[in-house]
T-cell receptor
Framework: DAKTTQPPSMDCAEGRAANLPCNHS???????VYWYRQIHSQGPQYIIH???NNETNEMASLIITEDRKSSTLILPHATLRDTAVYYC???????????FGTGTKLQVIP | ETGVTQTPRHLVMGMTNKKSLKCEQH?????MYWYKQSAKKPLELMFV???????ENNSVPSRFSPECPNSSHLFLHLHTLQPEDSALYLC???????????????FGPGTRLTVL
C-alpha cells in the first residue's frame, strides 16, 4: 500500500465545512483512496472511496487532485458528532490487508 | 441484530485465564477480520478469513487463536495473555475475495480487553 501523510489534528467550527487533507505522492495507478473514521472507542466506519474522479455520497465528498498525489475529504456541514479520527488509506482494489495509519483527529467545536 | 456485533464489550482477565471473544456478522459477507488497537497506536490487522479459511496471519503470537466455524461467526480464543495485550479488539467483515474489489470493511464496536 502507498504511504499516506495526514495532519495529526484539526479543529473545525460546528456548521462549517471540514476539509481534511491527505498526501499520497507514491500512489500507483491501480490504487484507490479510501476514507474511514473512528469515533472514540468505536469501530472504524467507512466513509467514501475514489480512484481519480471526485466522489460524493450522503456523508462526504472526496476531491482527488489530477495527478492523484493528494486528496481532500470534505464534510460539508460539520456537527459535534463528526468529532473523530479520520483515516486516509490508499490500497489496490481487491486487496484485503488494510493498513491504518495514525489519521487526523478532527475536533468539531461548538 | 444488524451489522457486526461483538461480545463481550468489556473483558478483564488474568494472565492465566482462558477466554474467548465472539464476533457475528449479519451482512451475508464471506470475509471476516480481527484487528488489535492498542492505546495511541494504529489499528493492526491480526487475521483474515475468507469462506471460513484463514488467508492471513499477520505474525500473531500463538496465545491468540482464531476460529471461524462459518462465514457469519468468528472467535478469538485467548490464553496466557500478557498485560501488553490489553487493547481494543475489533472484528470486521467484507463481501469476500473476488467480490471484495472495493473492500468496504464493516467494523463491530470492539471488545475492550484488560489483562491483569
Amino acid at each position: 500500500d502507498a504511504k499516506t501523510t495526514q495532519p495529526p489534528s484539526m479543529d473545525c467550527a460546528e456548521g462549517r465545512a471540514a476539509n481534511l487533507p491527505c498526501n499520497h505522492s507514491t500512489i500507483s495507478g491501480n490504487e484507490y483512496v479510501y476514507w474511514y473514521r473512528q469515533i472514540h472507542s468505536q469501530g472504524p466506519q467507512y466513509i467514501i472511496h475514489g480512484l481519480k474522479n471526485n466522489e460524493t455520497n450522503e456523508m462526504a465528498s472526496l476531491i482527488i487532485t489530477e495527478d492523484r498525489k493528494s486528496s481532500t475529504l470534505i464534510l460539508p456541514h460539520a456537527t459535534l458528532r463528526d468529532t473523530a479520527v479520520y483515516y486516509c488509506i490508499v490500497r489496490v482494489g481487491g486487496y484485503q490487508k488494510v493498513t491504518f495509519g495514525t489519521g487526523t483527529k478532527l475536533q468539531v467545536i461548538p | 441484530e444488524t451489522g457486526v456485533t461483538q461480545t463481550p464489550r468489556h473483558l478483564v482477565m488474568g494472565m492465566t485465564n482462558k477466554k474467548s471473544l465472539k464476533c457475528e456478522q449479519h451482512l451475508g459477507h464471506n470475509a471476516m477480520y480481527w484487528y488489535k488497537q492498542s492505546a495511541k497506536k494504529p489499528l493492526e490487522l491480526m487475521f483474515v478469513y475468507n469462506f471460513k479459511e484463514q488467508t492471513e496471519n499477520n505474525s500473531v503470537p500463538s496465545r491468540f487463536s482464531p476460529e471461524c466455524p462459518n462465514s457469519s461467526h468468528l472467535f478469538l480464543h485467548l490464553h496466557t495473555l500478557q498485560p501488553e495485550d490489553s487493547a481494543l479488539y475489533l472484528c470486521a467483515s467484507s463481501p469476500g475475495q473476488i467480490a471484495d474489489f472495493y473492500n468496504e470493511q464493516f467494523f463491530g464496536p470492539g471488545t475492550r480487553l484488560t489483562v491483569l
